[in-house]
T-cell receptor, first 113, second 114 residues
Framework: DAGVIQSPRHEVTEMGQEVTLRCKPISGHDYLFWYRQTMMRGLELLIYFNNNVPIDDSGMPEDRFSAKMPNASFSTLKIQPSEPRDSAVYFC???????????FGPGTRLTVL | AQSVTQLDSQVPVFEEAPVELRCNYSSSVSVYLFWYVQYPNQGLQLLLK??????LVESINGFEAEFNKSQTSFHLRKPSVHISDTAEYFCAVTGLSGNTPLVFGKGTRLSVIA
């Protein structure tokens, strides 16, 4: 298995632009998690899905952030409009209902200028 | 709700010396515990986990951690570190109610000095 796949690996954009991050979970996994890593706040959950349904989005910073999971093999995290304080590494992770182990993707390093 | 405290943000240690990275957690319910490692510019990799059974768990590369319920700790140890162990180490917890999100500590940067 290729593991969790995220794209792009790096994104540099200007303030006000729309940013879309993508994630492909491990095949057969029915849980998908989006985390954000910053120097100040460490690793924090943004949102997670079970069977493509959002379960908890209380970690989403504000309305500028939205996430979707249209099918079991794809999820997006969108920021519109982006701001410099959104600069961070965004990780996607997936797990299976019969295992507690979360497998992480390589992350997307976002820089908003 | 759970929280995790990693008491040391940075730990420098000489090669072949022992190391201990400390982790304490707080939770009103029983938890599962994990250590993840992050090498520079890479994602998080699971190093070891405590789910149940023996309180001492080991990884394939010589790390071990011991779950201490009375002290709410899950410290990570290695008797002899290598240069290749240089990385950031994260302690994490999750509740027993299923596939719930991980709550991470702030991380400890281990630097192994030749």
């Amino acid at each position: 298995d290729a593991g969790v796949i995220q794209s792009p690996r790096h994104e540099v954009t200007e303030m006000g632009q729309e940013v879309t991050l993508r994630c492909k979970p491990i095949s057969g996994h029915d849980y998908l998690f989006w985390y954000r890593q910053t120097m100040m706040r460490g690793l924090e959950l943004l949102i997670y899905f079970n069977n493509n349904v959002p379960i908890d989005d209380s970690g989403m910073p504000e309305d500028r952030f939205s996430a979707k999971m249209p099918n079991a093999s794809f999820s997006t995290l969108k920021i519109q409009p982006s701001e410099p304080r959104d600069s961070a590494v965004y990780f996607c992770a997936s797990s299976s209902h019969d295992s507690l182990l979360q497998f992480f993707g390589p992350g997307t390093r976002l820089t908003v200028l | 709700a759970q929280s995790v405290t990693q008491l040391d943000s940075q730990v420098p240690v000489f090669e072949e010396a022992p190391v201990e990275l400390r982790c304490n957690y707080s939770s009103s319910v029983s938890v599962y515990l994990f250590w993840y490692v992050q090498y520079p510019n890479q994602g998080l990799q699971l190093l070891l986990k405590y789910l149940s059974g023996s309180t001492l768990v080991e990884s394939i590369n010589g790390f071990e951690a011991e779950f201490n319920k009375s002290q709410t700790s899950f410290h990570l140890r290695k008797p002899s570190v290598h240069i290749s162990d240089t990385a950031e180490y994260f302690c994490a917890v999750t509740g027993l109610s299923g596939n719930t999100p991980l709550v991470f500590g702030k991380g400890t940067r281990l630097s192994v000095i030749a």
